[in-house]
């Protein structure tokens, strides 16, 4: 495998950050890289980090001004070493043979290509996330945007469950000073992509954050998470299929109840019986009947 460079940004996180810390340097895959990124924090974050820095020598510190999470990543990929790159965000932790995990599939080839990515299991607060597909090794020449749909890789864009080969960023960075940078960047980055792994092995948990982005939403954080999901699709050159387009309009309900005003998606039917849940599938009979604007005003 060689040595895996894991990003970790660092603002204001200093109640998690030593769980963050010692879970990723405890790995049983010891070739790391681990680069942290304090991000202009205000609290002891940046005086923790050192410390880190002192007790391992894999681990490196930048210290920067305040740019949000895509410019922390972005300063991180400017100084990786490994061939390849992941992320942890500082108030999550990992499993302690997760790298190792993942290590046994990136020597993996089929008819000569190369592993390019490697996903692995989430618990997304407390609760483990069930991959949609089977494990193994997919090919992507050519059909991106069918393993996008199939996988429901549009509900797990976030680039911290997944190893990615170093290359596919070059030329590549997440939006400076946006949110919802993962949708934004990961359909370029698949785009580049021959193989892919998804993986039962190893384990991401996911801590909700009461105070972050998606807990507390703003017009402005929700029109571009909805808008970056059509863009990921233009990209990919899909249409939306049933299960994502309800998950946005779940979303634009949730803009329109906070006071946005304008209908960001376009009004189409949709088939209940392809979509699993009872709430769900009542929302979309209702939608074929009453349109996409009288949804919104009478489900907000």
């Not at 410019?71 to 932790?93: H, I, P, Q």
């Amino acid at each position: 495998m060689g040595t895996l460079s894991v990003i970790i940004p660092v603002y204001r996180v200093e109640s998690t950050l030593n769980r963050c810390l010692e879970s990723v340097t405890r790995q049983t895959y010891r070739d790391l890289d681990i680069i942290l990124v304090d991000d202009g924090s205000s609290d002891r974050c940046p005086a923790l980090c050192d410390e880190w820095a002192e007790r391992d020598r894999r681990i490196r510190v930048i210290h920067k001004k305040n740019g949000g999470l895509s410019s922390a990543r972005n300063a991180g990929l400017a100084v990786v070493k490994g061939e390849w790159v992941t992320f942890v965000d500082s108030d999550d932790y990992i499993d302690d043979t997760t790298y190792e995990a993942v290590s046994r599939f990136l020597g993996e080839t089929l008819d000569s290509d190369r592993i390019d990515m490697v996903e692995f299991p989430v618990e997304y607060g407390g609760k483990r996330m069930k991959d949609p597909v089977a494990t193994g090794i997919s090919r992507l020449n050519g059909r991106v945007g069918e393993y996008w749909l199939t996988h429901r890789q549009w509900e797990r864009c976030a680039v911290w469950c997944k190893v990615f080969r170093r290359t596919l960023f070059d030329g590549l960075r997440f939006p400076d000073g946006e949110y919802h940078e993962d949708i934004y960047l990961l359909p370029s980055l698949m785009l580049r992509m021959r193989l892919v792994a998804t993986i039962p092995y190893g384990l991401y948990h996911y801590t909700p954050n009461p105070e972050g982005i998606c807990s507390t939403p703003s017009v402005d954080s929700m029109t571009l998470a909805i808008r970056n999901h059509l863009r990921a699709a233009r990209i990919l050159g899909i249409e939306l299929d049933d299960a994502w387009y309800m998950a946005l309009v779940n979303m634009h309900i949730t803009l329109w109840r906070i006071g946005g005003k304008d209908v960001l998606l376009p009004s189409r039917r949709v088939n209940p019986f392809r979509l699993t849940g009872w709430r769900v599938m009542v929302k979309a009979v209702v939608l074929d009947f009453i349109g996409l604007r009288n949804l919104l005003c009478l489900w907000r």
